[in-house]
């Protein structure tokens, strides 16, 4: 297997070169419709590249341009390329990258059955930054800063979940812990709707550390805790207050714990404060907890709410209203949302796929 795939690797770089050439000796640009006609038993997995896929990943990916880019793979059989698929053929042949027009089955194979909406790519992996390279913030530069500690995410689904809520409600700095967190796959990207390509995340082998460094500088380090456990003697040597009475006056990080077991020991010891969001039933045991991307989103606004910039009761009465009217609906939006970001038109997104 390995031989054939270093065969199969050698025949598509001499395809590749002899179309360049080719087209270099007739003043074309490279990829486009003529390399779209290659075998598609050519499309073979490049080494050190990863399979980015879906929309609005790939659309942002180019977009932001961390990654360096191998391959741009559209279905082939669609009806045309229209809209945001238009706009990534476009990118694409600006930056001289080769463009194939693969089957469906072959793209489904190639990204395991993922939902790929029929838009792949070959690009280099993304790494999470150290923490020292994210610039020191003076607590006196703004009160309200936030940044998000994440310790221990091992799902990535609720990882780019987490992402894009944070990326929504203007989350400042995402901080990971280097050991036992899920790593920036493609499965990470798409859960987040790309907002992971446009992200910086950072990372630290000192949790600990790190949280006691900022607490030192003046910032608040405020944990999180399930209303299942505000009675564990750990907790309890702790303020536990519900993130609806919780004021941001002060620089802040806030801290999430992993899937099941939530904040170690020792990260927890480094809390000053533990916001819990309290259910408005009794629960039965299994039940006490939210998934930890829920409950992100669900902390993140009771906090992100009271941000200065944060629309007023007149400004929210007012958006919801400019809702109602598809004209200043489409408007608004246009202005005011990422592209790609929006969970309407993901879901018109994923109808076409």
Same mark, same amino acid.
């Given at each position: 297997?390995?031989?054939?795939?270093?065969?199969?690797?050698?025949?598509?770089?001499?395809?590749?070169?002899?179309?360049?050439?080719?087209?270099?000796?007739?003043?074309?640009?490279?990829?486009?419709?003529?390399?779209?006609?290659?075998?598609?038993?050519?499309?073979?997995?490049?080494?050190?590249?990863?399979?980015?896929?879906?929309?609005?990943?790939?659309?942002?990916?180019?977009?932001?341009?961390?990654?360096?880019?191998?391959?741009?793979?559209?279905?082939?059989?669609?009806?045309?390329?229209?809209? *945001?698929?238009?706009?990534?053929?476009?990118?694409?042949?600006?930056?001289?990258?080769?463009?194939?027009?693969?089957?469906?089955?072959?793209?489904?194979?190639?990204?395991?059955?993922?939902?790929?909406?029929?838009?792949?790519?070959?690009?280099?992996?993304?790494?999470?930054?150290?923490?020292?390279?994210?610039? *020191?913030?003076?607590?006196?530069?703004?009160?309200?800063?936030?940044?998000?500690?994440?310790?221990?995410?091992?799902?990535?689904?609720?990882?780019?979940?987490?992402?894009?809520?944070?990326?929504?409600?203007?989350?400042?700095?995402?901080?990971?812990?280097?050991?036992?967190?899920?790593?920036?796959?493609?499965?990470?990207?798409?859960?987040?709707?790309?907002?992971?390509?446009?992200?910086?995340?950072?990372?630290?082998?000192?949790?600990?550390?790190?949280?006691?460094?900022?607490?030192?500088?003046?910032?608040?380090?405020?944990?999180? /805790?399930?209303?299942?456990?505000?009675?564990?003697?750990?907790?309890?040597?702790?303020?536990?207050?519900?993130?609806?009475?919780?004021?941001?006056?002060?620089?802040?990080?806030? /801290?999430?714990?992993? *899937?099941?077991?939530?904040?170690?020991?020792?990260?927890?010891?480094?809390?000053?404060?533990?916001?819990?969001?309290?259910?408005?039933?009794?629960?039965?045991?299994?039940?006490?907890?939210?998934?930890?991307? /829920?409950?992100?989103?669900?902390?993140?606004?009771?906090?992100?709410?009271?941000?200065?910039?944060?629309?007023? *009761?007149?400004?929210?009465?007012?958006?919801?209203?400019?809702?109602?009217?598809?004209?200043?609906?489409?408007?608004?939006?246009? /202005?005011?949302?990422?592209?790609?970001?929006?969970?309407?038109?993901?879901?018109?997104?994923?109808?076409?796929?």
């Amino acid at each position: 297997m390995a031989l054939l795939s270093t065969i199969r690797g050698a025949t598509w770089g001499r395809l590749v070169t002899r179309h360049f050439s080719h087209a270099a000796r007739r003043g074309e640009r490279p990829g486009g419709e003529e390399l779209s006609r290659l075998l598609l038993d050519d499309l073979v997995p490049t080494s050190r590249l990863e399979l980015l896929f879906g929309l609005s990943p790939c659309l942002l990916a180019l977009q932001a341009a961390r990654r360096s880019v191998a391959r741009l793979l559209l279905q082939a059989g669609k009806a045309g390329l229209q809209g *945001e698929r238009a706009e990534l053929l476009r990118m694409a042949e600006a930056r001289d990258i080769p463009v194939l027009r693969p089957r469906r089955q072959k793209l489904d194979t190639m990204c395991c059955y993922q939902v790929h909406q029929g838009v792949c790519m070959e690009v280099s992996p993304l790494r999470p930054r150290p923490w020292s390279e994210a610039g *020191e913030a003076s607590p006196g530069d703004d009160p309200q800063q936030l940044w998000l500690v994440l310790e221990g995410i091992q799902d990535p689904r609720n990882f780019g979940a987490v992402l894009r809520s944070a990326h929504f409600l203007g989350v400042d700095k995402i901080i990971t812990s280097r050991r036992n967190s899920c790593p920036l796959t493609p499965v990470v990207s798409k859960a987040s709707a790309g907002a992971m390509e446009v992200m910086d995340v950072f990372s630290t082998d000192d949790l600990t550390g790190f949280l006691q460094t900022k607490a030192q500088q003046g910032w608040l380090v405020a944990g999180t /805790v399930g209303c299942s456990r505000t009675e564990d003697p750990q907790s309890s040597k702790i303020p536990i207050t519900s993130c609806l009475e919780f004021l941001w006056d002060r620089p802040t990080l806030l /801290v999430l714990g992993n *899937e099941g077991s939530g904040l170690s020991q020792e990260v927890q010891a480094s809390c000053q404060l533990l916001l819990t969001i309290l259910p408005r039933r009794q629960l039965p045991p299994g039940l006490e907890s939210l998934n930890v991307s /829920v409950a992100a989103g669900i902390l993140l606004h009771s906090i992100c709410s009271q941000w200065k910039g944060f629309p007023t *009761e007149g400004e929210r009465r007012q958006l919801l209203q400019d809702l109602q009217e598809p004209s200043a609906r489409s408007e608004r939006l246009s /202005v005011a949302q990422h592209p790609g970001l929006s969970s309407g038109s993901e879901k018109e997104r994923q109808n076409e796929s």
